[in-house]
């Protein structure tokens, strides 16, 4: 076995995306903690419970693309909807957001997590310093059937629409008042949508997953533990993201954005450098141009546009295209130079200490191992760790 230029930058991606990750404690604890706000919510004989509410994750949770804060100091975002089963003909924005929030404040835990200031949309959780992460909860209900055959008339298959929920929203000029003309949404809709564009390379590694640990079946593996290149492409772009716009958050390109992108662009590779490369040469291709503005389209309504703010702040855009093809020369630099650890300065500022010396220090040792094994010596990473205090 030999590490050629493209074998050493792959394995080092690999184990750098695998350094940002949530580890499989985390996961489990913050999956228990929701599922306990979930259990007191529709607990029978609650003010809820009449209205069978549903509690799941949204976001990069569900997505499997969440990573890791800098350190200690910051915390986890975990996104949650409470759908409860009720119409807009008999209930406003303002009653549905009041009786969750009412039922949270029951618990005297959850009473004393509460943030002081309500949100625009959601209720916060402040878990303790030791878990980590805090918790928004999104109130919702089904959407109207109107809506949802005005989603599917616009391309979005049935099974999707379906999904569609509407949510609450402070701002919102029907907030106080019974209106059909709520906030949209559709996390269990986009996630199944984003699922679909890797399925095929996610059975694959599910499957395989499970002969390796020699599962009875194949749902007996987690979905979370399961990492696709794009999933893990997903998590890279973001950490460089975070570290190249760490200085200037108002223009900072937004994760729904690189996944959509990214989703639309992933031809199921197998290899993470294959994938991440191609990614960046072609999610470009899916920002469309509607009179004159710049569309990220969402993929389950397409009336909405991710990338809306573009048009009132232009520099977002041109920032968001600077960013990609920053990441795009960083990687090709990197094949270029033939030795991944000649450029880890250039990757600490990209990535983070943290993670970029883990990536490397197990680069190092499948290396050595390979070496051992082929009686050869492969190209050898050096990592040399700087004398100053640590940072992300």
């Known amino acids: ?221 987690p979905e979370f533990r399961v990492k696709t290149p794009l999933q893990r492409a997903i998590q890279i772009l973001k950490r460089h993201r975070d570290m190249m716009f760490i200085n200037d958050c108002d223009d900072k390109p937004v994760s729904i954005i690189i996944s959509t992108l990214a989703a639309h662009a992933y031809k199921n590779e197998a290899d993470i450098v294959d994938c991440i490369l191609s990614l960046l040469d072609e999610m470009p291709l899916f920002i469309e141009s509607r009179g004159g503005v710049s569309w990220v389209p969402n993929p389950v309504n397409p009336m909405e546009n991710f990338a809306d703010k573009w048009h009132e702040h232009p520099q977002r855009e041109l920032k968001f295209r600077k960013w990609l093809r920053q990441v795009a020369d960083d990687l090709r630099s990197a094949l270029q130079e033939g030795n991944v650890g000649k450029l880890q300065e250039v990757f600490r500022a990209r990535f983070g200490t943290r993670a970029v010396n883990e990536a490397l220090a197990k680069s190092e040792k499948v290396m050595v191992g390979a070496a051992i094994a082929d009686s050869k010596t492969p190209p050898r990473i050096e990592i040399h760790t700087p004398n100053k205090p640590w940072k992300a």
Request: charged share 30%.
């Open 1 to 221: 076995m030999t590490f050629d230029v493209k074998s050493q930058l792959g394995q080092f991606l690999m184990y750098l995306a695998e350094s940002l990750d949530i580890s499989d404690t985390r996961y489990v604890e913050a999956e228990d903690r929701y599922k306990a706000v979930g259990q007191w919510l529709g607990k029978e004989g609650s003010i809820l419970a009449q209205y069978n509410p549903q509690i799941y994750p949204q976001g990069s949770f569900r997505l499997g693309t969440v990573i890791r804060p800098f350190d200690d100091r910051e915390e986890y975002d975990i996104d949650l909807v409470c759908e409860l089963q009720e119409s807009k003909e008999v209930i406003t924005q303002q009653q549905l957001k009041k009786m969750v929030g009412d039922r949270l404040k029951a618990n005297g835990d959850y009473d004393r997590m509460l943030d002081k200031e309500e949100g625009r949309r959601c209720w916060t959780l402040n878990y303790s310093n030791g878990a980590q992460f805090h918790m928004d909860i999104l109130p919702a209900i089904p959407e109207d059937e109107g809506v949802k055959q005005l989603l599917f008339a616009n391309g979005v298959p049935p099974v999707l629409a379906e999904k569609a929920i509407s949510i609450t929203d402070i701002k919102s000029n029907s907030y106080n008042s019974l209106d059909h003309d709520w906030p949209r949404s559709n996390p269990k809709g986009y996630a199944d949508w984003f699922h679909e564009r890797m399925k095929v390379r996610f059975d694959s590694l599910r499957k395989s997953m499970a002969e390796s640990l020699r599962a009875a079946t194949i749902e007996a593996v």
